[in-house]
């Protein structure tokens, strides 16, 4: 099926790379009208080159910033039917040596972000009735989590319980929130911030046998983003392979 989208238009916030960038490209190939919003003006302005999107340089822990991204949407499109909040950091730092202005960084871009993003849009979806505000949550936080990741953890179950307060909020004004939580997916940042170890210990403990491509979560955000979605609100979506299932390590059948 094609043009899923079309017709609509797309902020995509944290999406010059990754998985954002996934995600913009697939609601591209279905025919959306994409801003894409990114901290990396240079990889920001490429990618948004590549899809033929507007850019604008956003720090989405600023209200101000994620005003100027909504508004770019609004001058250049006239409306704004999806926004997508996808940008986080995923540093890795034990609680005992994570400085208060470390937890305020990774709670500002990751949760924070998701409050001024939706914050930032609600006027004018409000005003046209309809809109999706779609965010990525995560495994990690909601159901799982590891040692090294507190601040993360608390910031993606922090927007699983936002999503749900702002679909109630919103629902009487045609606005559908809802989320999607990655299980390991093979990313630049992954790359960056994880040893090849932990990258292999994390294969290793996913039933379907890989890491998740940046597509399969572009898929679950297009199907939320699509007319197809339309009586789901609140709620998210785990696309992890199936790694939330095992009850322990040694869950491989071997007859
Ligand atoms: N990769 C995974 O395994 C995985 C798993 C679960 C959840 N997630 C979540 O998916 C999202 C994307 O992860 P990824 O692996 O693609 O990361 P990534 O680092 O490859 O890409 C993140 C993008 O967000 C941008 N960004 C960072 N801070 C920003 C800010 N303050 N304002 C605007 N843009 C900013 C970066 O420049 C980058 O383009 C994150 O929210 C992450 O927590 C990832």
């Not at 001024?116 to 004018?124: S, V």
């Not at 979605?229 to 299932?245: E, F, K, N, R």
């Amino acid at each position: 099926m094609t043009g899923r989208l079309d017709g609509k238009v797309a902020l995509v916030i944290g999406a010059a790379r990754g998985i954002g960038k996934a995600v913009a490209t697939r609601f591209a190939e279905e025919g959306a009208r994409l801003v894409i919003a990114d901290s990396e003006a240079e990889t920001g302005a490429a990618t948004a080159r590549e899809l033929g999107a507007a850019f604008i340089a956003t720090d989405i822990s600023r209200f101000d910033d994620a005003k100027a991204a909504v508004a770019l949407a609004l001058d250049t499109y006239g409306s704004l039917d999806i926004l997508v909040q996808n940008a986080g950091i995923y540093p890795w730092q034990l609680i005992e040596d994570t400085e208060p202005e470390d937890w305020d960084r990774v709670l500002g871009v990751n949760l924070k972000g998701c409050f001024l993003a939706a914050r930032a849009a609600l006027p004018a979806m409000k005003a046209q009735g309809s809109g999706r505000l779609l965010f990525t949550s995560s495994i990690t936080g909601p159901h799982v989590t590891m040692p090294g990741q507190a601040h993360y953890s608390a910031s993606k179950a922090g927007i699983n319980g936002f999503i749900r307060a702002a679909a109630l909020e919103f629902s009487g004004y045609g606005i559908c929130v809802n989320g999607v939580e990655p299980g390991n997916i093979e990313t630049e940042g992954v790359g960056e911030h994880r040893s090849a170890d932990f990258i292999q210990s994390m294969r290793d403990a996913i039933p379907l046998g890989r890491l998740g491509h940046v597509r399969d979560i572009a898929n679950a955000f297009l199907f939320l983003a699509s007319d197809e979605a339309s009586y789901i609100t609140g709620t998210t979506l785990v696309v992890d392979g199936g790694q939330l299932l095992p009850e322990g390590a040694n869950f491989r059948i071997n007859p």
